[in-house]
């Protein structure tokens, strides 16, 4: 199983990104899949999850309205739209796929883990 984020980089406060996860190697549409994220020196932290079949999403409170997360079933490849954002936003951001919706955001029931993807949010 592989699971590829990229679409990071160096933005500017307010700034846009789309990150990309592709995934490879299992039934895609099968998991809920999301995305978390680690600034330096602080802990992994839960930023959104979509369930399989894209009628669910939840986002961390520091994100809700400013990210929006999205999958192609098709093309086995999840999205992350950061809008709006703050240095605060700075970390590497790496996606997960697993089969527990409900305990997703504590990384409960998660089965593959991404490499991640640099974003780096200056002021």
């Known amino acids: 199983v592989q699971l590829q984020a990229s679409g990071g980089g160096l933005v500017q406060a307010g700034g846009s990104l789309r990150l990309s996860c592709a995934a490879s190697g299992l039934t895609f549409s099968r998991y809920h899949m999301g995305w978390f994220r680690q600034a330096p020196g602080k802990e992994r932290e839960f930023v959104a999850v979509i369930n399989w079949s894209r009628g669910s999403t939840d986002y961390a409170g520091s994100v809700k309205g400013r990210f929006t997360i999205s999958r192609d079933n098709a093309k086995n490849t999840l999205y992350l739209q950061l809008n709006s954002l703050k240095p605060e936003d700075t970390a590497v951001y790496s996606c997960?796929?697993?089969?527990?919706?409900?305990?997703?955001?504590?990384?409960?029931?998660?089965?593959?883990w991404g490499k991640g993807t640099q974003v780096t949010v200056s002021s």
């Open positions: 997960a796929a697993g089969v527990a919706y409900s305990d997703f955001r504590k990384a409960n029931g998660i089965d593959h």
